[in-house]
């Protein structure tokens, strides 16, 4: 098996069978980071660290751990040609992270650009990409287009104006919907919180001075995305507290924040969970699906976080973070009447919610592995054990989680591989018929996320 070559991650014949089926679905990508205005100007990427470096902390992590300078990584000193070499010449250290595999098949794929990323092949790749990223058909709207994606969902805040979306729905229709992000409304300990407050109200006319007002903003805001084909809410959450709290008391708290009096870690905790369901009873009325992402610990470095700010690859998981006792109070009071993703980032959790999700039937479901866990291995795992102890035809479809819109196609293609590959030794153990993992493989691929989000 040469790289990258037509077995790529597939065991066999039957696995191979099974992905020539799927791999020229149709994306449905429900969740990235899309930049939305790049998108809706239709821009071409000036070169190709912008197109593969500028935005991606898998990228910035793996050369800092290859011993690149951060000049060459997020520094301003340094042009972006420089970063690429830079990036080039240590290449060979990143083999066998998921990032090597990506950006060698973002440059095969979309680029037809065959060479291997190294210090020898840097110039002759550079320039290859600057004459082929300048075509009309490098262009961005036209980029979606070849890749195939039916939907996609960016990620987007209670305060944005959706102009963008706006924008795209005149050249592409539904293809691009936003998703309803509002964490820095729940995040009461952060320190900007009571300064949110204040643009959240001015970009929906209504000052917020009780919590009443912010929850009839946040519906308003809410109405607003539904306007524009939106179908999900997101909710990043280190853990996911969603006990039950009387609406007075979660009051009394929003109004010591607004006076600026300290909350002990249980008033933080009481508004956050409040908040949390009070998301979930806005999508449970429209028959949005609510998704979860639990269990990022943010900007674990203090030095990177101090020189260059959030997202910047200082964040990890916790495998002592508890994830049923804070949901499952959430999970009882929607329970069937709440389409729910639960989506983990240590694959210590996929046996915890795996089971959840299998006893909580049809509306509860599983999300495809996600940051940490969305290589090959950790895709293969969770695929091998969800489908052990749930049902494979009830996960939620895989999501590219990307802020690089070249990298659509490659991780929707390390999915379909990785998942033909798990069905098709599944076929040659004789666990199911090859009739049944072909109909799987499609549903999982295209079907089952279209239908979950109502596209």
């Given at each position: 098996?040469?790289?990258?070559?037509?077995?790529?991650?597939?065991?066999?014949?039957?696995?191979?069978?099974?992905?020539?089926?799927?791999?020229d679905?149709?994306?449905?990508?429900?969740?990235?980071?899309?930049?939305?205005?790049?998108?809706?100007?239709?821009?071409?990427f000036?070169?190709?660290w912008?197109?593969?470096?500028a935005?991606?902390?898998?990228?910035?992590e793996?050369?800092?751990?290859?011993?690149?300078?951060?000049?060459?990584?997020t520094?301003?000193?340094?042009?972006?040609?420089?970063?690429?070499?830079?990036?080039?010449e240590?290449?060979?250290?990143?083999?066998?992270?998921?990032?090597?595999?990506?950006?060698?098949?973002?440059?095969?794929r979309?680029l037809?650009i065959?060479?291997?990323?190294?210090?020898?092949?840097a110039a002759?790749?550079?320039?290859?990409?600057?004459?082929?990223?300048?075509?009309?058909?490098?262009?961005?709207?036209s980029m979606?287009?070849?890749?195939?994606?039916?939907?996609?969902c960016?990620?987007d805040?209670?305060?944005?104006t959706?102009?963008?979306?706006?924008?795209?729905?005149?050249?592409?229709?539904?293809?691009?919907?936003p998703?309803?992000?509002?964490?820095?409304?729940?995040?009461?300990?952060k320190?900007?919180?009571k300064?949110?407050?204040?643009?959240?109200?001015?970009r929906?006319?209504t000052?917020?001075?009780?919590?009443?007002?912010?929850?009839?903003?946040?519906?308003?805001?809410?109405?607003?995305?539904?306007?524009f084909?939106c179908?999900?809410?997101?909710?990043?959450?280190?853990?996911?507290y969603?006990?039950?709290?009387?609406?007075?008391?979660?009051?009394?708290i929003?109004?010591?924040?607004?006076?600026?009096?300290a909350?002990s870690?249980?008033?933080?905790?009481d508004?956050?969970?409040?908040m949390?369901n009070?998301f979930?009873?806005?999508?449970?009325?429209?028959?949005?699906?609510?998704?979860?992402?639990?269990?990022?610990?943010?900007?674990?470095?203090?030095?990177?976080y101090?020189?260059?700010?959030?997202?910047?690859?200082?964040?990890?998981?916790?495998?002592?973070?508890?994830?049923?006792?804070?949901?499952?109070?959430?999970?009882?009071?929607?329970?069937?009447?709440?389409?729910?993703?639960?989506?983990n980032?240590?694959?210590?959790?996929?046996?915890?919610?795996?089971?959840?999700?299998?006893?909580?039937?049809?509306?509860?479901s599983?999300?495809?592995?996600?940051?940490?866990?969305?290589?090959?291995q950790?895709?293969?795992?969770?695929?091998?054990?969800?489908?052990?102890?749930?049902?494979?035809?009830?996960m939620?479809?895989?999501?590219?989680d990307?802020?690089?819109?070249?990298?659509?196609?490659?991780r929707?293609?390390?999915?379909?591989?990785?998942?033909?590959?798990?069905?098709?030794?599944?076929?040659?153990?004789?666990?199911m018929?090859?009739?049944?993992?072909?109909?799987?493989?499609?549903?999982?691929?295209?079907?089952?996320?279209?239908?979950?989000?109502?596209?």
């Amino acid at each position: 098996m040469a790289f990258l070559d037509d077995h790529y991650l597939l065991c066999g014949a039957t696995s191979e069978d099974i992905y020539g089926q799927i791999r020229d679905l149709p994306i449905i990508d429900a969740h990235n980071h899309c930049d939305v205005k790049a998108l809706s100007e239709n821009r071409h990427f000036t070169d190709l660290w912008e197109a593969e470096g500028a935005t991606d902390h898998y990228v910035w992590e793996c050369m800092r751990k290859a011993g690149v300078a951060e000049e060459f990584i997020t520094g301003s000193s340094r042009s972006n040609r420089e970063k690429w070499f830079a990036m080039a010449e240590a290449f060979d250290r990143l083999a066998g992270n998921p990032t090597y595999e990506w950006i060698h098949l973002d440059l095969k794929r979309r680029l037809g650009i065959d060479e291997l990323i190294c210090k020898e092949n840097a110039a002759v790749i550079w320039e290859k990409s600057m004459e082929i990223l300048q075509k009309p058909e490098m262009a961005q709207q036209s980029m979606i287009r070849q890749m195939k994606v039916e939907v996609m969902c960016s990620t987007d805040d209670p305060l944005d104006t959706l102009e963008h979306h706006k924008a795209l729905q005149t050249t592409m229709g539904s293809t691009v919907r936003p998703t309803f992000r509002p964490d820095r409304a729940m995040n009461i300990f952060k320190p900007d919180w009571k300064d949110y407050m204040e643009r959240l109200g001015s970009r929906w006319n209504t000052p917020i001075r009780r919590l009443e007002d912010l929850l009839a903003v946040l519906r308003k805001a809410h109405d607003f995305f539904a306007q524009f084909g939106c179908r999900a809410s997101d909710h990043g959450l280190n853990v996911p507290y969603a006990h039950q709290v009387a609406p007075a008391a979660a009051a009394a708290i929003f109004s010591r924040a607004m006076a600026g009096q300290a909350l002990s870690e249980q008033e933080t905790r009481d508004y956050m969970a409040f908040m949390l369901n009070e998301f979930a009873e806005l999508d449970a009325e429209k028959g949005w699906v609510f998704q979860m992402h639990i269990g990022a610990v943010r900007d674990v470095r203090a030095s990177l976080y101090e020189q260059i700010g959030a997202d910047a690859g200082g964040d990890l998981s916790d495998h002592l973070t508890d994830y049923l006792s804070p949901l499952l109070p959430l999970l009882n009071r929607f329970d069937g009447r709440l389409k729910t993703v639960l989506y983990n980032m240590n694959p210590i959790h996929n046996a915890t919610l795996a089971q959840l999700t299998r006893a909580f039937g049809y509306t509860v479901s599983l999300g495809l592995a996600w940051w940490m866990n969305d290589s090959y291995q950790g895709m293969k795992t969770q695929l091998e054990y969800a489908g052990s102890v749930d049902l494979l035809s009830n996960m939620a479809g895989m999501v590219s989680d990307s802020r690089k819109i070249l990298s659509y196609g490659s991780r929707h293609e390390m999915f379909r591989r990785t998942l033909s590959n798990v069905l098709g030794g599944m076929v040659d153990r004789g666990q199911m018929p090859k009739s049944v993992a072909d109909r799987l493989a499609a549903w999982l691929a295209y079907g089952r996320p279209k239908q979950l989000f109502g596209f």
